[in-house]
């Protein structure tokens, strides 16, 4: 699995948005963990269920706390088709008083779900993970894409304001 960080890291540092083909859960870890730390103001999931094999490793839960300390603006949000479970190591994380009203977690209702048939995180507006089926861990990543970046989070920003309009709200974790 270094290997592969390396060449993720590597990816991820070069001027101009590549692809990397991302299909199992291990990688998503590194490419999730990626993601935050090549990101500075803004990272959004839309997920399943924040699969804890993913979000809840080491390596993301501890790239998202260095996320969120080296900008005392910046934000993570997750909008989630399914219960997240209580014990979840990110959401311990996101909960701790310090990033107060910096992270946002919302239940998508079962409607909006229907609307959609993927997922995905991005960071900042252009480093993606996108999967084109939501039973499926296969992805395509990119680093720098800010054109493919903008679209996902211009669908993100419009989901959220769809849940805000079925009555529910973001709320702080």
């Known amino acids: 699995m ?14 101009g948005a590549k692809s990397i083909l991302n299909r199992h859960k291990g990688h ?3 490419i999730i963990a990626q993601s935050l730390r090549s990101s500075h103001d803004d990272v959004s999931f839309l997920t399943g269920h924040l699969n804890p094999e993913v979000y809840g490793s080491e390596e993301v839960v501890e790239a998202a706390r ?8 910046a934000r993570i949000r997750i909008l989630h088709e399914e219960p997240l479970a209580p014990d979840h190591p990110l959401l311990a994380l996101v909960n701790r008083p310090e990033y107060g009203d910096r992270v946002f977690i919302a239940p998508i ?29 296969e992805a395509v990543v990119r680093f720098g894409d800010l054109e493919t970046g903008q679209r996902l989070l211009m669908f993100f920003d419009g989901l959220e304001r769809d849940i805000q309009k079925t009555g529910a709200s973001l709320v702080a974790a």
């Open 109 to 137: 209702p079962a409607a909006l779900q229907e609307e959609y048939s993927f997922h995905f995180a991005i960071g900042d507006a252009k480093n993606l993970r996108f999967e084109s089926a939501k039973t499926s861990y």
């Open 28 to 30: 998503a870890a590194v």
């Open 2 to 15: 270094d290997e592969y960080r390396a060449f993720v890291r590597k990816v991820a540092s070069e001027a």
């Open 66 to 73: 260095a996320f969120l300390d080296s900008n005392p603006s």
